[in-house]
């Protein structure tokens, strides 16, 4: 069998990589951190008042939402103190379906808010463009049942924006950069929730 002669074609740099990365650093240099503070606040104050925290949002953003209260849920457990109580209402897979299907798609999170929240619990809802109806309609049946509207988004704001008591908007026009920037706001809140229930743990 004749040895078949190959020739090694270097790898171009990924300029396009480069591009996006600089790009989303650019972006998460113009977040407003004032904002994730006061979302770090609101949420700390209803953990102390032991208050429920909701989540939730369509595609990526439904994704987070099952991360963040997985992180909130399990990361900022400190020994024997309380916990903070954390619901994502885009995991209960039968329910949801079952609202989509009986009702519709838009009140999918709107139904369960119904069921589920009492006065002073907070919503944190998640969504790039701000206009999704069935965050739309959360927002509404949270405002209506006396809850604490959160909202991450971009663009503009969207709808949700007027719909929000405090409202992280990412400046950028770019849904791949909104939702990386949520992650990363994400985690700067649930690592700041943790380090005070550690700080309050010790004392």
């Given at each position: 069998m004749?040895n078949v002669?190959?020739?090694a074609?270097a790898a171009?740099?990924?300029l ?21 503070d ?9 953990y102390?008042?032991g208050?429920t ?8 953003s ?6 963040f ?5 399990k990361?900022t457990?400190?020994g024997?103190a309380k ?10 897979v039968a329910?949801?379906t079952?609202w989509?299907?009986?009702?519709a798609y838009?009140?999918?999170f ?5 069921s ?7 919503a944190l809802?998640i969504?790039?463009s701000g ?5 739309i309609?959360?927002l ?8 604490q509207?959160?909202?991450l ?10 719909l ?8 950028s026009?770019s849904?791949?950069?909104?939702e990386?920037?949520h992650?990363?706001a994400?985690?700067a809140?649930f ?5 005070r229930?550690m700080l309050?743990?010790a004392e």
């Amino acid at each position: 069998m004749k040895n078949v002669k190959t020739t090694a074609i270097a790898a171009a740099p990924s300029l396009a990589a480069k591009d996006y990365l600089l790009a989303v650093q650019d972006v998460l240099a113009h977040l407003d951190h004032q904002v994730v503070d006061g979302v770090i606040d609101v949420i700390w104050r209803g953990y102390e008042e032991g208050r429920t925290l909701f989540v939730f949002g369509n595609g990526g953003s439904a994704a987070l939402a099952s991360h963040f209260a997985c992180d909130i849920g399990k990361g900022t457990v400190a020994g024997r103190a309380k916990r903070l109580k954390t619901i994502a209402l885009t995991d209960n897979v039968a329910l949801i379906t079952a609202w989509a299907n009986d009702k519709a798609y838009e009140e999918i999170f709107s139904e369960q808010l119904e069921s589920l929240a009492e006065k002073g619990d907070i919503a944190l809802a998640i969504s790039g463009s701000g206009n999704s109806p069935n965050v739309i309609r959360g927002l509404e049946a949270g405002r209506r049942l006396g809850v604490q509207t959160l909202v991450l988004t971009g663009f503009a704001g969207g709808r949700a924006k007027t719909l929000a008591d405090l409202c992280l908007i990412v400046p950028s026009d770019s849904m791949q950069h909104i939702e990386d920037a949520h992650l990363c706001a994400t985690h700067a809140i649930f690592l700041a929730i943790r380090q005070r229930m550690m700080l309050n743990n010790a004392e």
